[in-house]
């Protein structure tokens, strides 16, 4: 071999391992994409065209389509929903729920929590409902001994998404003075805050990458009123809080220091089914996680974002 030639291959040799080099110390990166919704009110239809601010959003065949354009997109989709699924068109006078939680199923939800309307047949309504449910009610700060519920929840799931292990709880505004107490029965309500912390905690025994809660408390109040805030600034361990109740449209999700430093995110996305959330997350191999983008999808017929 001349020595013009031995100089190259040596270079191309030193540049193959310098190369190599570097794409070991680059982390492998995991996308993960969480769609959410609340307060969908069982609008299964669009809004009618009737001049309204709302006209022609919402509607299960929109939000369909827009779910099932994201994950022909995205490697791991999440699909999360914070409750009151239950009451506000007729569709809930006359079935009760059956329509809304098919519907769900259909579309593919990973996980939902309850909120107060969702009693509104009664306790054991919603519990028979959930026959028609592929995916679990998380609530961890309602105690459902001796009622229909008492078998047909959890307190929490765990879902493998690509390499990510993420842990889902749930909680619960509270009922008394809220809702009829003949319609929860014997449902007894639990401490939202230390409820989803000692969840969270046994979700981090369980090396959860991520935590997310699914909160029908409300984003925030005036008076001293448990709530999504004070819950992200009262945690250790959950990282998002996906919001319902108050019927709030966030234009982007809110951002706290829970107790050990960390930052959650709150988000929220209105009511009827009129937008769709987005969080898109990056994990590293280290199992570090960054908050990437969030933004809200219009449901209706041609999508805008």
Same mark, same amino acid.
Request: proline content about 4%.
């Given at each position: &071999? !001349?020595?013009?030639? #031995?100089?190259?291959?040596?270079?191309?040799?030193?540049?193959?391992?310098?190369?190599?080099?570097?794409?070991?110390?680059?982390?492998?990166?995991? %996308?993960?994409?969480?769609?959410?919704? !609340?307060?969908?009110?069982?609008?299964?239809?669009?809004? %009618?065209?009737?001049?309204?601010?709302?006209?022609?959003?919402?509607?299960?065949? @929109?939000?369909?389509?827009?779910? /099932?354009?994201?994950?022909?997109?995205?490697?791991?989709?999440?699909?999360?929903?914070?409750?009151?699924?239950?009451?506000?068109?007729?569709?809930?006078?006359?079935?009760?729920?059956?329509?809304?939680i098919?519907?769900m199923?259909? &579309? =593919?939800?990973?996980?939902?929590? &309850?909120?107060?309307?969702?009693?509104?047949?009664?306790?054991?309504?919603?519990? !028979?409902?959930?026959?028609? @449910?592929?995916?679990?009610?998380?609530?961890? /700060?309602?105690?459902?001994?001796?009622t %229909? &519920?008492? #078998? *047909? $929840?959890? %307190?929490?799931?765990?879902?493998?998404?690509?390499?990510?292990?993420?842990?889902?709880?749930?909680?619960?505004?509270?009922? @008394?003075?809220?809702?009829?107490?003949?319609?929860?029965?014997?449902?007894?309500?639990k401490?939202?805050?230390?409820?989803? !912390?000692?969840? @969270?905690?046994?979700?981090?025994?369980?090396?959860?990458?991520?935590?997310?809660?699914?909160?029908?408390?409300?984003?925030? $109040?005036?008076?001293?009123?448990?709530?999504?805030?004070?819950?992200? *600034?009262?945690?250790?361990?959950?990282?998002?809080?996906?919001?319902?109740?108050t019927?709030?449209? #966030?234009?982007?999700?809110?951002?706290?220091?829970?107790?050990? =430093?960390?930052?959650v995110?709150? /988000?929220?996305?209105? +009511?009827?089914?009129?937008?769709?959330?987005?969080?898109d997350?990056i #994990?590293?191999?280290?199992?570090?996680?960054? +908050?990437? *983008?969030?933004?809200?999808?219009?449901?209706?017929?041609?999508?805008?974002?």
């Amino acid at each position: &071999m !001349n020595r013009r030639k #031995f100089i190259q291959q040596t270079a191309l040799s030193g540049a193959a391992v310098l190369t190599a080099s570097i794409a070991s110390a680059v982390p492998a990166q995991y %996308p993960l994409t969480i769609l959410h919704t !609340n307060d969908v009110h069982s609008r299964l239809d669009p809004f %009618p065209m009737d001049g309204s601010r709302n006209q022609g959003l919402g509607g299960v065949a @929109a939000r369909s389509a827009i779910i /099932n354009e994201i994950r022909a997109e995205a490697d791991s989709v999440l699909l999360l929903d914070s409750g009151d699924i239950f009451q506000g068109t007729p569709y809930f006078n006359l079935y009760k729920g059956e329509p809304e939680i098919k519907a769900m199923t259909k &579309m =593919g939800y990973d996980a939902a929590t &309850m909120g107060n309307h969702d009693f509104d047949a009664g306790i054991e309504n919603f519990a !028979n409902q959930l026959a028609h @449910a592929s995916f679990p009610i998380v609530i961890c /700060n309602y105690d459902f001994t001796g009622t %229909p &519920m008492e #078998f *047909k $929840y959890k %307190p929490y799931t765990i879902i493998q998404k690509g390499k990510q292990k993420i842990g889902i709880l749930g909680v619960g505004i509270e009922l @008394a003075g809220l809702v009829p107490e003949n319609l929860y029965g014997k449902t007894v309500y639990k401490n939202p805050i230390e409820s989803a !912390n000692a969840t @969270a905690a046994l979700l981090k025994q369980q090396h959860c990458d991520f935590i997310i809660c699914l909160s029908h408390l409300g984003d925030k $109040y005036e008076e001293d009123k448990v709530s999504d805030e004070i819950l992200a *600034k009262e945690c250790y361990d959950i990282d998002l809080i996906l919001g319902g109740h108050t019927h709030r449209f #966030f234009e982007q999700p809110r951002k706290y220091r829970n107790r050990k =430093g960390g930052d959650v995110l709150v /988000n929220q996305v209105g +009511w009827g089914g009129i937008q769709l959330g987005r969080l898109d997350y990056i #994990f590293s191999a280290n199992s570090r996680k960054n +908050w990437s *983008k969030a933004h809200t999808v219009v449901v209706t017929r041609k999508t805008s974002e």
